[in-house]
C-alpha cells in the first residue's frame, strides 16, 4: 500500500490522473482496451479536473479505448440523481468532445415497478440485475484499475463495515437490499472480484475521512471494508488531501 497525498483537491485530482494515464498506458502496451471501473461520490468531480481540465494530461487520455463499469451502481432508472452511472456521464462523459468511452450501465430494462425501481419484495430481480452485469464484466474478471471512493464509515463499493457481502466467495457482482446509506438497494463489486485487479487506488478527501484513515492505516485489526481492500495481494495506492491526513501518523508520498 503507498499513500500519495497533495495539498488540495486540485493536486489529488492532478496525481491521480498521472496515476490513471500511467495505467492506461501499461495496459495498452499489451492489449486494445483500457479496462477500469469507476465508484460515485465525489469520483467524477476529480476525474473530471485531473483528466479533462488538464491539457497535459487530456492529451494522453485514449478515451476510445476505454470501458468503464461502475464498481457499484444503485438500482434507479440512469437518469435518477441517484445513479452512478448518470454521475459519470454528465460529470466525465459530457465534457468530453471527440473521442468517448465505452460506458456499461446496469440492465435497466430488468428494473420493474413504481419509478422504474425494482419491485421491492422481490430479492430475486435485485440478484438478476447483478448477475447480468456480472456477465458484461471483461471474461476474466481482470481490471487493470479499479477505482475507490472510502465512506467515512469505512465502506468502499457497496461493501459496508460488518455486512454479510463481505463472506461473499463467489459472485463477483452481488445485490443488496440493506445498505445502511441510502438508496438501500443496490448491486456491488465483491472481494472476489476486487482482489484479480491488476491495481486498485482509493481517492479520499477532506478532514471528515481522516478518523477513518487513521484506523485503515494505523490499526493492523481493523475489519472496515477500506481497510480488507487495502490488504488485497494487489498494489493499492491512496491518493488523499493533506487535509484528511491531519491527526494520523501515516508516511505519504507525490505522486
Ligand atoms: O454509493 C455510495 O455510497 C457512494 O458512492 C460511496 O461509496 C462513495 O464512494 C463514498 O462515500 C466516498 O464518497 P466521497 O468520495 O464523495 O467522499
Request: hydrophobic share 40%; net charge negative; aromatic share 6%.
Amino acid at each position: 500500500m503507498v499513500v500519495y497525498t497533495s495539498a488540495d483537491s486540485a493536486g489529488v485530482a492532478t496525481s491521480v490522473a498521472k496515476y490513471i494515464v500511467n495505467a492506461q498506458l501499461n495496459a495498452l502496451k499489451t492489449k486494445k482496451t483500457f479496462t477500469i471501473a469507476v465508484s460515485g461520490g465525489s469520483m467524477g468531480k476529480v476525474l473530471k479536473a485531473g483528466l479533462i481540465d488538464s491539457p497535459e494530461i487530456a492529451s494522453q487520455v485514449q478515451w476510445d479505448k476505454w470501458n468503464v463499469y461502475l464498481s457499484d451502481e444503485r438500482l434507479v432508472p440512469l437518469d435518477h440523481e441517484d445513479s452512478n452511472y448518470g454521475l459519470f456521464i454528465s460529470l466525465v462523459v459530457d465534457h468530453l468532445k471527440d473521442a468517448k468511452p465505452s460506458v456499461h450501465p446496469i440492465d435497466v430494462s430488468l428494473l420493474t415497478g413504481e419509478n422504474g425501481q425494482v419491485d421491492g419484495s422481490d430479492a430475486a430481480k435485485d440478484e438478476s440485475i447483478a448477475e447480468a452485469y456480472a456477465k458484461v464484466l471483461p471474461s476474466d474478471g481482470v481490471f487493470d484499475l479499479i477505482l475507490l471512493g472510502c465512506g467515512p464509515d469505512g465502506h468502499t463499493c457497496s461493501l459496508f463495515p460488518g455486512h454479510a457481502l463481505l463472506e461473499e466467495k463467489s459472485r463477483s457482482v452481488a445485490s443488496i437490499r440493506d445498505s445502511p446509506k441510502p438508496p438501500p438497494r443496490r448491486i456491488t463489486f465483491t472481494l472476489p472480484l476486487l482482489a484479480k485487479a491488476e491495481a486498485i487506488a482509493f481517492i479520499a478527501e477532506g478532514a471528515g475521512k481522516a478518523p477513518v484513515l487513521e484506523e485503515i492505516f494505523n490499526d493492523p485489526s481493523s475489519k472496515l471494508p477500506c481497510k480488507i481492500v487495502t490488504d488485497l495481494d494487489l498494489p493499492v495506492s491512496w491518493f488523499v488531501n493533506d487535509a484528511a491526513l491531519q491527526g494520523t501518523n501515516v508516511i505519504s508520498s507525490k505522486y
